[in-house]
């Protein structure tokens, strides 16, 4: 990745988890400087990540390591993205007000990076008005989000406020970074999407269920990397069929992605990929395809799927999605 990310940790139960983070993103190639807060420090020795990053980490404003730079103004400066996570309660409420009193928040208001913020607390602090105000405000200000997700929290209760895991972090902020760079321009991608459909008789066709969802977030995410996108949905089988092998040639250096369901009945056709670098998600095809993934039931209802003997998450399609890209190019890559 070789990008510049600085890491601000406050001071929440999570902070364990935000030195497994510097962690992955070293091991994404990503350089990581760590700032922390005076209440983080109770939770975690700054030395952990200061082995972890390789680098000194920060915490006070007036500790100048550096006597021809001012600290908070070169980490504002050097950093590509900086993360805050994760994110208190308290520092949401000083961000969102422009305070400036600790080494944290005297960064982010000096910096023009952008910042996610990675909110980790008891569920009812998050639900509180006060919180939801202030996160409300960032979002306005521009700041984006790592929304926590769901479980058993470390106060006991069970609920949403748990600092998403580092692997969807780091997946994250990679897929941010190779998005900058828009690896797929100048290429073709043709996504089939929700369910396609085979005939029985000239009045009744069948058609397995599906929402689309997982196809409609790999087309999206393959714009958003400057793809040219061909999406079809709702379409007669044998038509895809015919139409995939005219764009083979139209465009023959296409990606062939094959996330629609289709029909498991005899009658069901099979689409070749002879020719044509593909991703399938089970479905049966003539060729092989360059990754094939298996999920646990339809890709658009699935939880996890398979890859290359790894699980990925299939429950919020655009990470999956930006997971399976990022996985597709550095396969192309090889
Ligand atoms: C054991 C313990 C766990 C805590 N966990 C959280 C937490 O997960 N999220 C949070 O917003 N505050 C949590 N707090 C409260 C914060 O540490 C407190 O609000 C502190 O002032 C935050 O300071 P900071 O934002 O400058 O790091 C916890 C406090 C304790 C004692």
């Keep these: 990745m070789n990008k510049n990310i600085l890491l601000c940790v406050s001071g929440g139960i999570a902070v364990y988890k935000a030195v497994a983070l510097v962690s992955k993103l070293s091991q994404a190639g990503a350089n990581v400087k760590v700032i922390m807060t005076t209440s983080a420090r109770q939770f975690v020795n700054p030395l952990s990540f200061q082995v972890m990053s390789k680098n000194d980490v920060y915490f006070d404003t007036f500790d100048e390591k550096e006597s021809s730079v001012i600290a908070h103004i070169d980490l504002a400066d050097w950093a590509d993205l900086i993360l805050v996570a994760p994110a208190t309660a308290n520092i949401i409420g000083k961000i969102a007000n422009g305070i400036a009193d600790d080494m944290v928040t005297t960064t982010l208001l000096a910096t023009t990076a952008p910042v996610w913020i990675a909110p980790a607390m008891n569920v009812h602090m998050y639900d509180h008005p006060a919180v939801k105000r202030n996160l409300d405000r960032l979002a306005t200000d521009g700041y984006q989000f790592i929304e926590p997700s769901e479980g058993f929290l470390a106060c006991g209760y069970v609920g949403k ?21 828009k690896p797929l321009i100048g290429r073709t991608v043709i996504v089939t999407v929700g369910a396609l459909h085979v005939p029985l008789d000239d009045q009744h066709i069948i058609s397995p269920q599906a929402n689309g969802a997982i196809g409609q977030a790999l087309a999206n995410e393959a714009r958003m990397l400057g793809a040219h996108v061909i999406q079809i949905e709702n379409s007669n089988l044998y038509d895809v069929i015919e139409q995939l092998e005219a764009y083979k040639i139209q465009y023959p250096q296409s990606l062939f992605i094959h996330a629609a369901n289709v029909p498991s009945i005899k009658e069901t056709p099979t689409v070749s990929v002879e020719g044509i670098n593909a991703v399938t998600f089970g479905q049966k095809v003539h060729g092989k395809p360059m990754i094939s993934i298996l999920s646990d039931s339809w890709i658009d209802f699935s939880e996890k799927a398979q890859l290359n003997g790894q699980f990925l998450d299939t429950r919020n399609p655009k990470f999956f999605a930006q997971t399976l890209w990022s996985h597709i190019i550095k396969d192309e890559e090889q």
């Design 161 to 181: 406020g748990r600092l998403e895991e580092p692997e969807k972090i780091t997946a994250l902020v990679t897929a941010f970074f190779s998005q900058q760079v």
